[in-house]
């Protein structure tokens, strides 16, 4: 009898010390995953994982470790497979499965699987529909398929949560000006202003869409936003060109020669522009002006005959104005020679 109470006692014995055991394992394994993943030693975290699932089999928490590990080394592929095996092991931890659900999101659209990707995020909204991260994650994945209306159904569900993101409003606005909606671009581009008067981008971007209009309201509108822009330290050769563009298309030739003298001392042997500025020249009947830069259009190799005979046009025509009368009948003649020429 005594001998099989002192039996019994001992298989107790031998189960509490094994409890024991084993809690403390999994103890250490959390403290050593946390130390780790709070020093981001996402290599560690990788490397220490054989020996943890060996000591801890049945502890899914390993993968999900593993998982955020490979995914912040870019092994998306790696992330996928250990989150997902975390994933589907139904975790208790709710906070935990979020998180991993959202990484796996990120993956998913590293990797280019823009379907998966939103599948995962609705997850994510089903559980909390205020998550902005999934919903931007969401609108990343709409982007990638060029599901426009989609990417900006779902940006405005982020917006409906930050109505002060100016860059959510720019991208709104961005995606709009990608389907040629000038019009509610320019309304997003104005609601990213409000938000954020002094960002230069913005103005710039509204009036690129200004101009897009094509209407004499939405010209003025796009020089009022490009000198904004510019007052704002964008002093760009693409702002110069759109904006003497635009004065061109406005008749404001002073203005438009003052940009592209900007633009030509930022680009100083850009042809194209040359010939434009020489242009807006002769349509202010500065003919000296006009033959100085038709000189360089018609001098340069590169330049294609249909240009170079315009040039010499224009040239020809400053000549006769300022009476060179054989200068213009020699510009003439190189004319006839171009347009024989095969």
Do not use: H
Not at 336 to 342: M, N, S, T, V, Y
């Amino acid at each position: 009898m005594k001998k099989m109470i002192l039996t019994l006692a001992l298989m107790l014995l031998s189960t509490v010390i094994f409890a024991q055991s084993e809690e403390e394992t999994l103890n250490k394994w959390i403290d050593t995953y946390s130390n780790l993943n709070a020093n981001k030693n996402w290599q560690e975290m990788i490397t220490s994982f054989n020996q943890c699932i060996s000591e801890l089999p049945d502890w899914k928490f390993a993968y999900y470790y593993k998982g955020v590990a490979e995914f912040q080394t870019d092994n998306y592929q790696g992330a996928v497979a250990d989150l997902t095996n975390f994933i589907s092991s139904n975790p208790e931890d709710k906070d935990a499965l979020q998180k991993a659900i959202m990484f796996r999101v990120l993956a998913f659209n590293k990797l280019g699987y823009s379907k998966q990707a939103i599948e995962d995020a609705n997850t994510l909204l089903t559980m909390n529909a205020n998550n902005k991260e999934a919903l931007l994650e969401k609108a990343n994945a709409y982007m990638a398929l060029k599901e426009y209306s989609n990417y900006i159904e779902t940006l405005k569900q982020v917006l409906n949560l930050e109505p002060n993101n100016a860059d959510v409003c720019k991208n709104i606005a961005a995606a709009y000006a990608i389907g040629q909606d000038w019009a509610n671009s320019i309304t997003y581009y104005t609601k990213a202003i409000e938000i954020n008067p002094n960002e230069a981008s913005f103005y710039e971007d509204r009036a690129f869409a200004n101009y897009s209009m094509k209407t004499p309201e939405g010209l003025q509108n796009a020089l009022a936003d490009y000198t904004k822009a510019e007052e704002l330290g964008i002093k760009t050769a693409k702002l110069y060109q759109y904006r003497a563009t635009i004065n061109g298309m406005l008749n404001n030739f002073e203005k438009a020669i003052e940009d592209y003298n900007s633009y030509l001392s930022i680009n100083a042997d850009d042809i194209n522009i040359i010939y434009q500025r020489g242009n807006a020249y002769f349509k202010l009947k500065k003919y000296t002006e006009t033959i100085a830069d038709m000189d360089k259009v018609i001098d340069n190799d590169n330049v294609q005959k249909n240009m170079k005979i315009q040039a010499l046009q224009r040239r020809g025509a400053s000549k006769q104005a300022l009476k060179d009368v054989k200068g213009a009948q020699a510009d003439m003649e190189l004319i006839k020679q171009l347009k024989g020429a095969k």
